[in-house]
């Protein structure tokens, strides 16, 4: 259980943070990090001697997977919807309006941004921890990362991330 | 502003906005464990219904032992 303990912790903030960006409201994320690693503990034996990279890449899409099934069970439009304003949010109305704004950013991300803004700003991961966990070319990863950091700097401004000089 | 400041910054807001926080790590590890817990004792109750069921069915079986379908006396 210790051994778990330490790859949960190691790994809880990636995780519950794709499932944020996925649009998921805070309970529903919470549950899917749950799931997630509900799975990993059962399969614990296998995943435990895996390269760190393969470890990250198994939860990522076991979190995508599981959220998928989550959004077609509930049959909910995806994001900018009522699915947001409707979470509990249970935070003081600035940081409910600085959820919100997040959220929209990433909204308006690809799919696949999505998750690269979740392992640099999230998990903290350089882009060629990002590049090892998603298998692409370290160069294409720091590209796309200035594209996003670019974007969510204009559209988060208010919240102090002024455009890099 | 410098890239990295911008980076500073953006995962300051992004982890405050996507309520990433440690008091919410700690939550979701108790509740984890506590599921995987029931989980196990769970299984642990079953397999422990099975053998002891198993364990009782013989004497029962052997003690109204059926010699079989063609069997005439």
């Known amino acids: 259980m210790v051994e778990f303990e330490v790859f949960y912790r190691k790994q809880v903030r990636l995780v519950y943070g794709l499932a944020r960006a996925r649009?998921?409201?805070p309970e529903q994320a919470e549950d899917l990090t749950q799931e997630t690693f509900l799975r990993a503990w059962r399969s614990f034996g296998g995943l435990s001697g895996m390269e760190p990279a393969a470890q990250r890449a198994w939860?990522?899409?076991?979190?995508?997977?599981?959220?998928?099934?989550a959004w077609r069970r509930r049959e909910v439009e995806v994001v900018g919807s009522r699915t947001l304003e409707g979470s509990a949010w249970g935070g003081s109305p600035e940081q409910s309006d600085l959820h919100l704004?997040?959220?929209?950013?990433?909204?308006?991300?690809?799919?696949?941004?999505?998750?690269?803004?979740v392992m640099r700003y999230v998990e903290e991961m350089n882009s060629r921890e990002i590049g090892e966990a998603?298998?692409?070319?370290?160069?294409?990863?720091?590209?796309?990362?200035?594209?996003?950091?670019?974007?969510?700097?204009?559209?988060?401004?208010?919240?102090?991330p002024e455009e890099a000089e | 502003?410098?890239?990295?400041?911008?980076?500073?910054r953006l995962t300051e807001v992004l982890q405050k906005g996507l309520g990433v926080t440690r008091e919410r790590e700690e939550t979701m590890w108790g509740e984890l464990a506590a599921r995987r817990a029931?989980?196990?004792?769970a299984w642990s109750a079953f397999?422990?219904?099975?053998?002891?069921?198993?364990?009782?069915?013989?004497?029962?079986?052997?003690?109204?032992?059926?010699?079989?379908?063609?069997?005439?006396?």
Do not use: H, K
């Open chain 1, 134 to 160: 998603l298998g692409r070319p370290e160069g294409t990863v720091r590209r796309r990362l200035a594209r996003c950091r670019e974007m969510l700097a204009r559209r988060l401004a208010q919240w102090g």
């Open chain 2, 47 to 73: 397999v422990g219904a099975i053998v002891r069921m198993t364990r009782n069915l013989r004497p029962a079986m052997q003690a109204c032992a059926w010699p079989g379908p063609f069997y005439r006396e």
């Open chain 2, 1 to 8: 502003m410098e890239e990295r400041e911008v980076d500073g």
């Open chain 2, 38 to 41: 029931l989980e196990m004792a």
């Open chain 1, 101 to 117: 704004d997040v959220m929209g950013a990433l909204a308006e991300l690809e799919e696949g941004d999505r998750e690269l803004v």
């Open chain 1, 23 to 25: 649009a998921e409201g």
């Open chain 1, 59 to 69: 939860l990522m899409r076991t979190v995508r997977n599981l959220s998928i099934d």
